[in-house]
């Protein structure tokens, strides 16, 4: 039996038990941002929702980080156990493997991940995924790293996991869509500034009806000549491994893109916090051939209640 069908059935036989994803936040490095292992000089995973202390956490995930002359700072969804909305916390590193959780520092009334963090003219911005709003949202920081602002809405639409990046003096924002519980296309857009106004480009979109290689699952890299996009790879279940394309053509008039590897950067090992899967990566190189890449993976963990409790209300159901 292949690993990929243990998984799966094993998932399902969990779901039978109502046990629960448990998603966390570890530390990835190699000599490149498309070889990467678990650091082996520190034990993983960094951030757990045991470190969350200003609300009632079920899950950490969607790590992007920055790294400023004082330290790193590291950006990541918090789903609040009580309602099951994400908002967005951060923690503090002075050398990047050593994590301080801070606090909770963007909530909104609707659900917000993947919060893309990024720099523009000495400020600095996050595009988070906010497609429960119905837009493309960006937020400016006003006192980094805790106070941040609504900036504006990009886009009008159910977009999900953003990526905005400069490249060729031109903005650039690759954004997946679809129907609410079926994304499945991935569209691109651009424009003079991050804060617009967006132009959709004339090929979109250039993935459809792919569910597995159509979403984004981390920041876009460039190393060694190349443009990374990351794909997190939905199937069989979601959030299972994330695969690395290479942009090979970017520009107003068309868009390429191929796969560089024939196996995922990173995927779930089958045991351990991240043994079902793991959907997101921002790698930061270190030096000429040192890699660090924040990502994330989760387990499936036993509910609070015990299995003959479980047992009793299955049998009482039938």
């Known amino acids: 039996m292949t690993l990929c069908l243990k998984r799966l059935l094993k998932r399902q036989l969990y779901s039978i038990i109502t046990l629960q994803d448990e998603w966390s936040i570890g530390l990835y490095s ?6 990467l292992m678990p650091c082996s000089n520190l034990k993983n995973p960094v951030l757990t929702v045991a470190d969350i202390t200003d609300i009632p956490a079920a899950a950490v995930a969607d ?3 920055l790294r400023r002359n004082e330290g790193w700072y590291l950006f990541f969804e918090v789903v609040n156990a009580d309602n ?3 908002s967005i916390g951060y923690a503090t590193s002075d050398d990047g493997y050593s994590w301080r959780y801070g606090r909770i520092v963007l909530e909104e009334p609707f659900h917000l991940s993947y919060p893309y963090i990024f720099e523009w003219e000495g400020l600095y911005y996050i595009l988070p995924e906010a497609s429960a709003s119905g837009s493309l949202r960006l937020y400016k920081a ?4 805790e106070k941040w602002a609504f900036a504006g809405s990009l886009k009008e639409g ?5 990526c905005i990046f400069l490249y060729d003096n031109r903005w650039w924002l690759l954004t997946s869509t679809g129907r609410k519980d079926r994304i499945d296309t991935l569209c691109l857009f651009y424009a003079d500034r991050p804060t617009g106004p967006w132009h959709e480009h004339p090929q ?4 459809s009806a792919d569910r597995r290689f159509c979403r984004c699952g981390g920041r876009i890299t460039f190393a060694d000549g190349r443009i990374i996009r990351y794909v997190q790879d939905d199937y069989p279940t979601y959030g299972y491994q994330v695969w690395a394309f290479e942009i090979t053509e970017l ?10 590897a024939a196996k995922p950067v990173i995927s779930g090992n089958g045991r351990g916090w991240n043994a079902e899967g793991m959907h997101n990566i921002d790698p930061y190189r270190l030096d000429k051939d040192n890699w660090l890449a924040f990502v994330d993976g989760y387990r499936l ?18």
């Open 63 to 65: 790590p992007f980080a």
């Open 142 to 145: 006003i006192d980094f790293p």
């Open 204 to 207: 979109n979109p250039f993935v």
């Open 301 to 318: 963990v036993r509910p609070g209640r015990p299995y003959s409790c479980l047992l009793k209300e299955m049998q009482s159901a039938w």
């Open 30 to 35: 190699g000599n490149s941002p498309l070889s």
């Open 84 to 86: 099951g909305r994400g």
């Open 251 to 260: 520009s107003i008039f068309g868009y390429a893109e191929r796969p560089i």
């Open 158 to 162: 159910n977009f999900v996991d953003p």
